[in-house]
């Protein structure tokens, strides 16, 4: 199932790393957004079931936007996502726009892009790789 996280409790940890972007959709802080360098490098909602460019996760939004409105993408680091993680978990890009779950729940010709590792049940330590190849049937 993908996490649940508290948009309002979505802060970054210890060495944190952030990117300013400009938003090209509605996003909730803590969605996952990959940049859309089709449309001038703009954020939009990273998607695993999608194509490969949009599984290309670059970050997790730190504030909710509109589509043209500014925004703050944590690229590294630790974050806290506002749920309880499982301790040794790798959480990647499901097939929900924004989301994230755990890697056993990746589906048939997903991308897989890990998104980060619970080092603890509060924050996520952010990875961010892959996004190359599809799960096979």
Same mark, same amino acid.
């Given at each position: 199932?993908e996490?649940?996280?508290?948009?309002?409790?979505?802060? *970054? =940890?210890?060495?944190?790393?952030?990117?300013? @972007? #400009?938003? &090209? /959709?509605t996003?909730?802080? +803590?969605? %996952?957004?990959? $940049?859309?360098?089709?449309?001038?490098?703009?954020?939009?909602?990273?998607?695993?079931?999608?194509?490969?460019?949009?599984?290309?996760?670059?970050?997790?939004?730190?504030?909710?936007?509109?589509?043209?409105? *500014? =925004?703050?993408?944590?690229?590294?680091?630790? @974050? #806290?996502v &506002? /749920?309880?993680?499982?301790? +040794?978990? %790798?959480?990647? $890009?499901?097939?929900?726009?924004?989301?994230?779950?755990?890697?056993?729940?990746?589906?048939?010709?997903?991308?897989?892009?890990?998104?980060?590792?619970?080092?603890?049940?509060?924050?996520?330590?952010?990875?961010?790789?892959?996004?190359?190849?599809?799960?096979?049937?």
């Amino acid at each position: 199932p993908e996490l649940t996280m508290t948009s309002t409790a979505v802060v *970054p =940890g210890s060495g944190a790393v952030s990117q300013d @972007v #400009t938003f &090209g /959709a509605t996003v909730a802080a +803590g969605e %996952l957004v990959y $940049l859309d360098t089709s449309a001038s490098n703009v954020a939009k909602l990273a998607d695993a079931d999608d194509t490969q460019a949009t599984a290309q996760c670059y970050g997790m939004a730190l504030n909710s936007g509109g589509s043209g409105q *500014p =925004g703050k993408v944590i690229t590294g680091g630790y @974050v #806290t996502v &506002g /749920a309880v993680l499982t301790v +040794g978990q %790798l959480y990647i $890009l499901s097939g929900g726009a924004g989301k994230m779950c755990p890697a056993s729940d990746l589906a048939t010709n997903d991308w897989t892009f890990v998104i980060g590792l619970a080092v603890t049940t509060s924050p996520l330590f952010l990875i961010l790789k892959g996004g190359f190849v599809q799960k096979a049937a």
